[in-house]
């Protein structure tokens, strides 16, 4: 090559070089020029700010722990013991936690040296290792003490609240009760509630020792106070996650059951009109941009809310993808086999059944099943909407923003239920699209 | 028996087919050649009214087949067989349900609907397929066999449904040699034996002399020769291909070795 | 064939017939029992959910109308507010198009390295394989409402949260997919730019990109579409944009079921464009691969 | 006519399954005492409930006063309600609150304006149809439209999720429910509050109130119109003794301590569907 | 300056190379022959450190190059360039483009992300390609050219890298007779006009004899000879493919016309 034609081409591969750069720099240039946009219109600055760390702390803490309330009705002088408060917790009548002692003076003793005691008259001692003597005294809507001006920031006062945060537990003190939190890790009572003979033994008793509950089997007693555990509703739970799966399998499949004969409808080389073949397509489109979201609403008047409506609303939704779907999937099937059954003299049909579907079977099954487990995440989230199954239960547990250890098992199970789905739906289709039809 | 009058098929303004006249009085083993284009695919699926004629007639046994519509025509193409270039098999399922296709025709929609055959269909088919050498391929599915294979399983559908006529569209084009020859056998040996009328498009002018009792040759959609392979000389070869001086017969030729009546006729031909 | 003696043949067809209609049995019963089971799980599960439901199936099919026909209805007669609804509610249709757009942004470039690090032959450390494996596959079980309602009493209402959930499950969905691509990538460049000495980030951005990127693209804008949908539903649960004021909308009933249809209208003719959209570009994407 | 199952709708507030729980004894007496099976369901949000009613799928409810408004407006024969829950003192009111962080500064509504203002559901009374128009009626040049008085008006979704975004400071005033008896150190004796507090979730000292309504009704148990009489009747006679005949049940059932269900009309509630009318703008 | 010393590989219980042992003293080209699966790519790519040695060392100019990590063994492959025989190029990317990713050692991946490569590099870049005659290519895509076009490409980018050394795993085995002259001149070229040192796998005896200074014969892993083409007779040979007294020179050629100075040891060779 001459030195000039060398030089040109140099040029050249400069100026390809500059238009590589200039795309190489624009299109992230493009996309950081969005994220910046972003950044202000979400106002992400100001959701550092708004960010509540505690409650993330609080929704840490609570999954894994769980408290037991003792509480002082100032008005009563009642001393009642809760798990998480609720009533479905409380102590029956004269059983206390081994932590609490005495009589007269209730000693609650919350682990690393804090102890607290509730005296009579509604006072209060809180012995606090490292801080001076709380003593408190409630009186009417009044609580009085003898704290110092400066506090710590884990001791929130004023003259008719106090409360006092510890690694070990909270105390709150008003005029109409005073509340100690004793915090314990683990999922309190997952297994049987305080009013079951069974709370409280271990396995190998249950399994092996001797009859607890004169009326029952252990194991058969056992498992009917797990199974109907009040506090964490194990049937209930059970049949929610039943009920998800139950509208992820009848959307799924009713769909493709019905989006199956609209397909042919639909598709180029199978339509009698190509009106109908139009039509059918927009109702396609239209089922599937209305969006589950919506059929779920417009159900939910018809049918009411439970897990048929969000089946339905599944079923509504997938027959346009489905639809579509398949209906391109039959405009591209191979001519040649159905030609090959016709020149037999078949009859349509049976056309359709030999030169046809055997060719979108694949497609079909690996749409199918793949629709299944995805459905199953949408099962959830239309539950949270029409109120049915896991869903439901999860986004109601979320919305009462205390019941985080439940929140975590539902999410544990959420994610369980799911990956399982996925296992089981790519199990079905590799056993269904490597066997013969 | 087979007669076809004045045929004729139009694709638009291009005419496929134009006024071809076919008379077979017997059951005879007839090659159609020609060059690609000419209308061979064409005349026989119109023949098996795999589409319709534009113009003229086809008569079988004195029946009109042109104006045969619904299950009249269905009836045609169960006694009317038609083998493919390309198998045109259903390649997911076995073999044996493939040949089980050719009784499509005389079963209930709805039986067939859930693949039940009556067990002695499927016995004939797998007598069928050992007649054609295949018996140990039955189980299998049509798409792991080889083209060679394939094109048995073809012609074991065509057996199936006991045609009068069985049609094959260059049955061998995508054959290999080897193969080739397999199945040219197999087509000549049920027409000597079961009396069936074969009639095949065949791409290569020495298979045609070879395994064939009478050559038709296409051009243009018109038919230009129709004889006895003896007939079929170099020159007649040259018209019907358009070709030029320069043709040469082994340029079409997929043979790899000779049987033996086709040398004597080759002799001929050369001469 | 023909020299085969006679007996000895029938014998062997008869061994074949034989086996041959075993086989028929075979797949006969199972057909029939996977049909079985099959019916027996739609009929039984449609009576269970049809007895779990607070309407049964038939009494409630006369009635699907209704509440589109109120909605209608109501719109019809403001239908001259209808335009000006519509430009009230854009912003919010903006804003839900942002939390789809930025998450399927973030999640595709959160699926590309999990895809990369995933995949044998490309990882850059293999051991770590099955690692970035089960990362992607929880990251795409987590159905979005559970992270965005979470990360709502964390970091309250509003497009973050969504964004998160959503660009958390879509960076495991694309992961997976991207990694069915990848695993088909031809090998060879890699091969030849390791060979010059090119960093693990070279050799994937200059060997393994440019070889799955149309495919990449292709099932990005696919997901952009599913996360269109996403994010019009997270809204519905409270996180911000036009899924919120349709279920504000929707929740008051008559009085408000023109705003309910205008955002309906924005609602459907988005999905339905960047359907439309996504479908046609991604078909030209991978048909270029074709070939 | 015959019914062959009894269904019981129940409104948010809880979670669904605690709610679920409490309902249990009263479907067990409703079993008892119709014969036929009874089924609970909790809608996620109030208006799953009304359109239950709606649509003939929920026989029985225990509705808010506005969703009972919402619901007869939009078909004023699909449901009579019948009963209504008496409070401890014998009322059967309760109040909606407003209320702000201390550290904001905010006192009163005079300081929120341009300021952003949260409701719960569309379809609470407490927590959206009551202040929507009390508020206004504090003074002059408030209205409910964002960027007018406040800032920006918003629906955070339920009570606890106001209280939880105020706290957060993602809003800066809200309003929800509370008794109004009791002390606002311990979030009033019930309500939104006080159950925020017992979770530990807010620390009074933190809050200040702003704003309390007028009483507001409490809301009526509904039965669908379409039931038989007889259906009716039982129900009726059902829940107004469940105090009488199961203290504990009743607890349950009214979320808290009661002296149970007393009857009440239509009547009751006209201001409410007057108001929501108003709201409506028709 | 390279000595390999005692180098093993094992995959599984199978020894690919095994104890290979070969002083380099000067540049010179090497052409490594044996049949398929000798160990010959095995060998190579150890020394460019793409696999990792089971024992043994390979030592260049005093330096272990089998202990090398990180970015100090990506330093060693960019000083010791490797061409294969499917190229390796990235074939949706430019010509400049993959010569250029011969400098990648030297960029950091910011800059390959954007494309900045310094001009200089560019100019370079398309002189080499002028020097191996494809400046006309240039600005094609590498998928474009011809296997022999993309072979000179990947030819390019190891001279990209200014390596000591270039390895080429079987550089012309899939190319034509024609292509595959034009790559070996231009290695040789490379090897006599630079003083690089060029190791080659070859597949056919001719190519080595013609081209390389020294042959080293490979057979199951070891070495089994190391001389001159001159000391490379037929009997040597026969014994490196492991054929036996029918083996034929001939039947791995792949040479079309000669060279001045091969002639001259063919006639040697033979002898
Ligand atoms: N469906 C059709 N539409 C339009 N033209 C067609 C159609 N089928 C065939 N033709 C045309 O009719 C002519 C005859 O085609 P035909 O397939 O019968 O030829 P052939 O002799 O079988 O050739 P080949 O050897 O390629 O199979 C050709 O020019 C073809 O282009
Ligand atoms: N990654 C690997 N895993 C397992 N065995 C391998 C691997 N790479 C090579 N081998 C085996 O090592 C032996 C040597 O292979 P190598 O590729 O080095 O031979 P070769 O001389 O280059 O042969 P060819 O001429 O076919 O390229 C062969 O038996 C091969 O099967
Ligand atoms: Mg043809
Ligand atoms: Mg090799």
């Not at chain 1, 009760?177 to 009013?195: A, H, K, Q, S």
């Not at chain 3, 958390?168 to 000495?197: P, Q």
Request: glycine share 10%; charged share 20%; with cysteine.
């Amino acid at each position: 090559m001459t030195t000039i034609d060398l030089d040109a081409t140099k040029f050249e591969a400069e100026k390809l070089f500059a238009r590589k750069r200039l795309i190489g720099f624009g299109i992230p240039s493009v996309i950081a020029v969005y994220f910046v946009y972003i950044f202000f219109a979400f106002d992400l600055p100001g959701l550092a700010g708004r960010a509540n760390m505690e409650n993330a702390v609080t929704l840490a803490s609570d999954s894994w722990s769980y408290k037991v309330h003792a509480t002082r009705d100032n008005r009563s002088g009642n001393v009642t013991y809760a798990v998480e408060g609720e009533r479905k917790g409380t102590y029956p009548e004269g059983q206390r936690p081994d932590w609490v002692r005495g009589d007269e003076v209730i000693t609650i003793d919350l682990g690393g040296d804090i102890i607290v005691r509730y005296l009579p008259d509604n006072r209060t001692e809180i012995e606090i290792p490292g801080f001076q003597l709380i003593e408190a005294q409630a009186e009417g809507r009044t609580v009085t003490t003898n704290l110092p001006d400066d506090l710590p920031d884990w001791i929130s006062a004023s003259d008719r609240r106090v409360g006092i945060t510890t690694p070990e537990g909270r105390i709150t003190l008003t005029g109409a009760r005073t509340e100690v939190f004793n915090y314990f890790p683990g999922w309190e009572l997952f297994w049987f509630t305080l009013d079951s003979p069974y709370y409280g033994q271990s396995l190998a008793t249950i399994l092996f020792g001797d009859q607890i509950d004169p009326a029952r089997g252990n194991i058969t007693g056992a498992v009917s106070d797990w199974w109907n555990n009040t506090m964490w509703r194990h049937k209930d739970v059970a049949w929610a996650i039943g009920e998800t799966i139950l509208m992820a399998f009848l959307g799924t499949m009713g769909a493709a059951l019905i989006a199956l004969p609209l397909g042919f409808l639909a598709a180029k080389r199978f339509s009698p009109l190509m009106l109908l073949r139009a039509a059918t397509r927009r109702l396609f489109d239209f089922l599937r941009g209305v969006d589950a979201l919506i059929w779920t609403v417009v159900l939910a008047r018809a049918f009411g809310p439970g897990p048929l409506t969000g089946a339905l609303a599944i079923l509504i939704t997938d027959t346009g993808t489905f639809g579509k779907i398949f209906s391109e999937a039959l405009e591209n099937v191979d001519q040649k086999q159905i030609e090959g059954v016709a020149s037999t003299g078949a009859k349509p049909l049976q056309r359709y059944r030999f030169g046809v579907i055997p060719q979108i079977v694949p497609v079909l099954l690996a749409q199918i099943f793949y629709f299944l487990e995805s459905n199953t995440r949408s099962a959830t989230i239309i539950g949270a909407i029409t109120g049915g199954g896991i869903g439901l239960m999860l986004t109601q547990a979320i919305q009462t923003q205390k019941d985080w250890e439940e929140v975590a098992y539902y999410i544990i199970l959420i994610i369980a239920m799911v990956m399982l789905m996925d296992w089981f739906s790519g199990w079905l289709r590799a056993k269904l699209i490597g066997r013969k039809t | 028996m087979l007669k076809i009058d004045k045929l004729t098929k139009r694709f638009g303004d291009k005419t496929a087919v134009d006024a071809a006249n076919i008379l077979v009085e017997k059951p005879s083993m007839i090659g159609i050649i020609g060059r690609s284009g000419a209308g061979k695919s064409t005349l026989l699926r119109m023949v098996n009214c795999l589409s319709d004629a534009s113009q003229g007639t086809i008569t079988f046994e004195g029946e009109d087949i042109t104006g045969l519509r619904g299950s009249a025509r269905r009836n045609w193409q169960s006694r009317c067989a038609m083998i493919f270039q390309q198998f045109n098999l259903v390649p997911r399922m076995d073999v044996v349900s493939n040949v089980l296709h050719g009784t499509l025709n005389k079963r209930s929609t709805f039986a067939t609907m859930f693949n039940l055959y009556p067990q002695s269909d499927i016995h004939r088919a797998i007598e069928i397929l050992d007649r054609l050498g295949i018996a140990e391929q039955a189980p299998k599915r049509a798409e792991a066999l080889s083209g060679g294979q394939q094109q048995r399983v073809a012609i074991a559908r065509a057996l199936m449904q006991d045609p009068k006529i069985i049609l094959a569209d260059e049955p061998i084009a995508s054959l290999d040699p080897m193969n080739a020859q397999v199945v040219m056998q197999a087509l000549r040996r049920i027409h000597e034996e079961d009396g069936r009328m074969v009639i095949a498009n065949l791409h290569t002018l020495d298979t045609a002399r070879r395994y064939c009792d009478r050559v038709i040759g296409m051009r243009d959609g018109r038919i230009v020769f129709d004889g006895t392979p003896e007939q079929l000389t170099v020159g007649v070869a040259r018209d019907i291909y358009g070709a030029g001086a320069d043709f040469s017969e082994a340029a079409t030729s997929t043979e790899i070795e000779t049987l033996g009546r086709s040398e004597v006729r080759e002799e001929k031909a050369y001469a | 064939m023909a020299d085969i003696s006679l007996s000895g043949a029938q014998h062997h067809v008869d061994g074949i017939q034989a086996s041959y209609m075993a086989q028929v049995q075979r797949r006969r019963l199972y057909g029939g029992l996977t049909l079985l089971i099959f019916v027996v799980l739609m009929v039984s599960g449609f009576n269970v959910a049809d007895d779990r439901n607070a309407g049964g199936f038939w009494d409630g099919l006369h009635q699907i109308g209704d509440y589109p026909a109120d909605v209608l209805s109501e719109a019809w007669d403001k239908r001259a507010d209808l335009p000006a609804l519509i430009v009230k509610y854009f912003p919010a249709l903006v804003e839900t198009i942002n939390i789809a757009a930025v998450s399927t942004l973030i999640g595709a470039i959160g699926g590309l390295f999990l895809s990369l690090l995933g995949t044998r032959g490309l990882a850059k450390w293999p051991r770590l394989i099955p690692l970035f494996r089960r990362i992607s596959d929880i990251m795409r079980a987590v159905p979005e409402i559970v992270i965005a309602l979470v990360l709502i009493f964390v970091l309250g209402g509003g497009p973050v949260p969504a964004m998160i959930a959503i660009a958390i499950h879509t960076a495991g969905a694309l992961a997976k997919m991207f990694s069915e691509v990848s695993e088909n990538t031809d090998l060879k460049a890699v091969d030849g730019l390791a060979s010059t000495g090119a960093t693990w980030s070279q050799r994937m951005l200059l060997g393994v990109l440019p070889q799955v990127a149309p495919n990449y693209v292709s099932y990005t804008l696919l997901r952009f579409e599913i996360n269109i949908r996403a994010s019009a539903i997270l809204g519905f649960v409270g996180a911000g944009g036009l899924g919120y004021e349709l279920r504000n909308a929707m929740a008051w009933g008559p009085g408000r079921f023109d705003e309910a249809a205008a955002i309906f209208i924005l609602l459907f003719g988005t999905i339905v464009f960047f359907d439309q959209v996504s479908s046609r570009y991604r078909n030209r994407l991978t048909e270029g691969q074709g070939q | 006519q015959e019914i062959t199952e009894f269904r019981i709708g129940i409104l948010g507030g809880e979670n669904a399954q605690d709610r679920m729980n409490s309902y249990q004894c009263l479907a067990d007496y409703t079993t008892a005492a119709l014969g036929v099976e009874t089924k609970l369901f909790a809608p996620a949000d109030y208006n799953g409930v009304i359109q239950g009613l709606l649509g003939g799928t929920i026989d029985m409810a225990w509705l808010g006063a506005s969703s009972y408004a919402a619901t007869f407006l939009q078909d004023p024969d699909a449901v009579e309600p019948v009963l209504i829950k008496v409070n401890l003192d014998g009322s059967v009111g309760y109040h909606s609150i407003g209320f702000a962080r201390i550290d904001s500064g905010i006192t009163s509504l005079d300081d929120m304006e341009g300021k952003v203002f949260g409701f719960g559901d569309p379809n609470s009374t407490s927590g959206y149809l009551i202040p929507s128009i009390e508020i206004p009626q504090y003074k002059d040049g408030i209205t409910m439209e964002s960027g007018e008085y406040f800032d920006e008006v918003r629906f955070t979704g339920g009570h606890e999720q106001t209280i939880v975004a105020v706290n957060n400071g993602d809003i800066d005033g809200g309003v929800t429910w509370a008794d109004g008896q009791g002390n606002w150190e311990d979030g009033y004796n019930s309500g939104a509050l006080r159950k925020a507090v017992d979770a530990g979730l807010v620390d009074m000292n933190d809050m200040v109130q702003i704003w309390q309504s007028n009483v507001i009704p409490e809301g009526p148990v509904v039965l669908r119109q379409a039931l038989p009489d007889d259906v009716k009747a039982t129900m009726v006679a059902l829940v107004d003794g469940l105090y009488e005949a199961d203290p504990e049940c009743a607890y349950g059932v009214a979320a808290g301590e009661t002296l149970g269900f007393q009857p009440v009309t239509h009547a009751m509630y006209e201001s409410i569907v007057a108001a929501r009318q108003s709201v409506i703008g028709n």
